[in-house]
């Protein structure tokens, strides 16, 4: 496999086609031939298997690129996505099973590098997929991307909330810069998808378990400041839709109820605000007391039945936990807390990131309008055309997108020719190259070892300047062998 660490470019990424063909077309076998079904799913582990040993003997940086090649491999879930349709399923399965195995050799240092955005949109549109097994894959994708502690074995089970977090041992360091910038762009669609993951009809105790461990990871890896109070704002807006979605089972008002409670005892202890944390283990007794279904002792617990489960889906307001309570204990440690008076909706995440770019944009024209106005002496001067936001907006994207289409063009042709050309033709193209380099060269050697012409380049660009000789001239480093 050390061999494998030294090869580059498309080279790498036809080796993993090669594969993933392999493996697509495992999956479309149809047999009744249980053996044979046996047979296909040992060749297909051993193909998911293989590719995580190769991307472990190649540099991060490409083992991101080997999941966004997977990623595009796999058949995307639409609007009217039909679960009877169990190939493309199986086939969605095992290339997320192969993005897992790839995940767990990378090692994550900053978010920004482990979530570009060509990974990170797809991917949480497959978290949206109407496959709970699915869904649950993309969590794990999640999860082991976003711990960079070794705090995901400490935080997958939920089994039961602990009184004091301290045994968990987490290592929570503070969130840099550029993290605080990643959840700034791409919270929103974090947050939303989350919030409507935890409505899906078909979730399963591991779905629920995964999307609190995912929520914990964010609290953990990525709670700074503003972050924290995004996550607070979700939680309670998860509570609110336990409360008044109608639409859910009582198992899934429960545990959904059963994740806030976790996830509150955890933050509150993390932050370590004395009133937050007394408000939380206030809630957290009043259910221990009269309503245990709402934990995730109960919650959670696979061999429940109906009559583990209340007849009514009433929940007490003493049962619940308090915006306003929670306010006052993250206002009195300085939290901005103004974003949690706008209720959380799932349009949020769809539209967060452009709703953070307006802001950005109006920010700029309202400063630039208000100094030209209170410059002394300066007349604005008056726009024929009308200038608008969205005029503004569709400048940026169109010329954004038009700028991606001509990368995206110039790199497939690029990879085109060297994939499918002659060996032949691409020698002739670097030696057309390498020709026209050594001419350049040559013409300015010339130019520069005849001392009249040197004395005349010398005179134009300096009359006072005594012309320099040729062995004592620098030349740039380009133009030394």
């Given at each position: 496999m050390s061999?494998?660490?030294?090869i580059?470019g498309?080279?790498?990424?036809?080796v993993f086609?090669?594969?993933?063909?392999?493996?697509?077309?495992?999956v479309?076998?149809?047999?009744?031939?249980?053996?044979m079904l046996?047979?296909?799913?040992?060749?297909q582990?051993?193909?998911?298997?293989?590719?995580?040993?190769?991307?472990?003997?190649?540099?991060d940086y490409?083992?991101?690129?080997i999941m966004?090649?997977v990623?595009g491999?796999?058949?995307?879930?639409?609007?009217?996505?039909?679960?009877?349709?169990?190939r493309?399923?199986l086939?969605?399965?095992m290339?997320l099973k192969?993005?897992?195995k790839?995940?767990?050799?990378?090692?994550?240092?900053?978010m920004?590098?482990a979530f570009?955005v060509?990974?990170?949109?797809p991917?949480l549109?497959?978290?949206m997929?109407?496959?709970?097994?699915?869904?649950?894959?993309v969590q794990?994708i999640?999860h082991?991307?976003?711990d960079?502690h070794?705090n995901?074995p400490?935080?997958?089970s939920v089994?039961?909330i602990?009184?004091d977090i301290?045994?968990?041992?987490?290592t929570v360091?503070k969130?840099?810069?550029q993290d605080?910038?990643?959840?700034?762009?791409t919270?929103?669609?974090?947050y939303g998808?989350?919030?409507?993951?935890?409505q899906?009809e078909?979730n399963?105790v591991?779905n629920f378990?995964?999307l609190?461990c995912?929520?914990?990871?964010?609290c953990v890896?990525?709670?700074?400041e503003e972050?924290?109070v995004?996550?607070?704002?979700?939680?309670?807006a998860?509570q609110h839709?336990?409360c008044?979605?109608?639409d859910?089972p009582?198992?899934?008002q429960c545990a959904?109820?059963a994740?806030?409670?976790?996830?509150?005892?955890l933050?509150?202890?993390?932050?370590?605000i004395?009133s937050?944390?007394q408000h939380?283990?206030?809630?957290?007794e009043?259910?221990q007391?009269?309503a245990p279904?709402?934990?995730?002792?109960?919650?959670?617990?696979?061999?429940n039945t109906a009559?583990n489960y209340p007849q009514t889906?009433?929940?007490k307001e003493k049962?619940?936990?308090d915006?306003d309570?929670?306010?006052?204990a993250?206002n009195s440690q300085?939290h901005d807390?103004?974003i949690?008076?706008?209720?959380?909706?799932a349009?949020?995440?769809a539209?967060g990131v452009?709703l953070?770019?307006?802001?950005?944009?109006?920010s700029?024209?309202?400063?630039v309008?208000?100094?030209?106005?209170?410059?002394?002496g300066?007349?604005?001067k008056?726009?024929?055309?009308?200038?608008?936001?969205?005029?503004?907006?569709?400048i940026?994207?169109?010329?954004?997108?038009?700028?991606k289409?001509?990368?995206?063009?110039?790199r497939r042709e690029?990879l085109e020719?060297?994939r499918?050309g002659?060996?032949?033709?691409i020698?002739?193209?670097?030696?057309?190259k390498?020709?026209?380099?050594?001419?350049?060269?040559s013409e300015?050697?010339?130019?520069?070892?005849s001392s009249g012409?040197?004395?005349g380049?010398?005179?134009?660009l300096?009359d006072e300047?005594q012309p320099?000789p040729?062995?004592?001239?620098?030349?740039?480093?380009?133009f030394?062998y």
């Amino acid at each position: 496999m050390s061999y494998f660490y030294c090869i580059l470019g498309p080279s790498v990424l036809e080796v993993f086609n090669t594969l993933l063909r392999h493996l697509r077309v495992s999956v479309s076998v149809n047999t009744n031939n249980k053996q044979m079904l046996i047979e296909e799913k040992r060749f297909q582990e051993a193909i998911i298997n293989t590719i995580g040993e190769f991307a472990n003997n190649l540099p991060d940086y490409q083992k991101i690129e080997i999941m966004m090649f997977v990623m595009g491999k796999v058949p995307m879930p639409s609007l009217h996505d039909d679960i009877s349709e169990s190939r493309d399923v199986l086939l969605q399965t095992m290339l997320l099973k192969t993005m897992l195995k790839v995940a767990t050799k990378y090692k994550t240092m900053l978010m920004v590098n482990a979530f570009p955005v060509s990974f990170l949109d797809p991917l949480l549109r497959m978290s949206m997929a109407s496959d709970a097994v699915i869904r649950l894959f993309v969590q794990e994708i999640f999860h082991t991307l976003l711990d960079r502690h070794g705090n995901l074995p400490k935080l997958t089970s939920v089994s039961r909330i602990p009184k004091d977090i301290t045994d968990l041992e987490l290592t929570v360091e503070k969130c840099s810069r550029q993290d605080v910038f990643f959840m700034k762009k791409t919270g929103p669609q974090f947050y939303g998808c989350i919030y409507e993951n935890l409505q899906q009809e078909n979730n399963k105790v591991d779905n629920f378990e995964a999307l609190y461990c995912t929520l914990a990871l964010l609290c953990v890896e990525l709670g700074g400041e503003e972050v924290l109070v995004e996550l607070v704002r979700v939680v309670l807006a998860a509570q609110h839709m336990a409360c008044t979605n109608k639409d859910l089972p009582i198992t899934h008002q429960c545990a959904i109820h059963a994740i806030v409670a976790a996830y509150f005892n955890l933050m509150a202890q993390l932050t370590a605000i004395p009133s937050f944390c007394q408000h939380v283990s206030q809630v957290v007794e009043f259910r221990q007391s009269e309503a245990p279904y709402l934990l995730p002792e109960m919650a959670f617990n696979r061999n429940n039945t109906a009559d583990n489960y209340p007849q009514t889906d009433e929940v007490k307001e003493k049962l619940l936990f308090d915006l306003d309570r929670i306010t006052e204990a993250l206002n009195s440690q300085g939290h901005d807390t103004s974003i949690l008076g706008t209720p959380f909706t799932a349009a949020d995440f769809a539209d967060g990131v452009a709703l953070a770019g307006s802001a950005s944009i109006g920010s700029v024209s309202l400063s630039v309008a208000s100094s030209a106005e209170s410059t002394p002496g300066l007349r604005r001067k008056l726009v024929q055309e009308e200038i608008t936001f969205d005029s503004l907006k569709k400048i940026l994207v169109e010329d954004d997108e038009i700028k991606k289409q001509s990368q995206e063009r110039k790199r497939r042709e690029i990879l085109e020719s060297f994939r499918t050309g002659p060996f032949e033709d691409i020698v002739a193209r670097s030696e057309a190259k390498s020709q026209l380099f050594d001419n350049k060269l040559s013409e300015i050697l010339n130019l520069v070892s005849s001392s009249g012409s040197t004395e005349g380049i010398a005179n134009k660009l300096d009359d006072e300047q005594q012309p320099v000789p040729v062995f004592e001239m620098q030349f740039p480093d380009l133009f030394v062998y």
